[in-house]
């Protein structure tokens, strides 16, 4: 049976190279699993609640921190479904510019 895990990771956008000018990619380390679900659709909806939270910038974890595309920014905390098993960290190799 397939269970959908919603988990807390710290994310942020890390620096790939200087080619075509310099490019980014996603990259994040894994906080703590909060939420165990049988359907993947209820996984979702509690991961877009704690989203709203999370990315308020009024109070909660990322409150003062900059935007997420800011190159001064720090890195901000994100909910994310996964399908039976969470990573410690993504990606589990540096991206290729290509």
């Known amino acids: 049976m397939t269970t959908y ?3 807390v ?3 942020s956008m890390c620096f790939g190279g200087r080619e075509e000018g310099g490019w980014w990619y996603d990259g994040g380390s ?13 996984a979702y909806a509690y991961s877009r ?3 709203r939270r999370l990315q308020s910038r ?8 900059r935007e997420y595309t800011s190159v001064l920014s ?3 905390l994100r ?3 996964w399908e039976d098993m969470v ?3 993504y990606p589990e190799r540096k991206p290729k510019y290509e």
């Open 79 to 81: 909910a994310e479904v």
């Open 74 to 76: 720090e890195g901000e």
């Open 58 to 65: 009024q109070w909660g974890p990322n409150e003062g921190k």
């Open 49 to 51: 609640r704690l989203n």
């Open 30 to 42: 894994l906080v703590r699993v909060v939420m165990v679900c049988r359907t993947e659709e209820r």
């Open 87 to 89: 990573p410690a960290g």
């Open 5 to 7: 895990l919603v988990a």
């Open 9 to 11: 990771y710290d994310c």
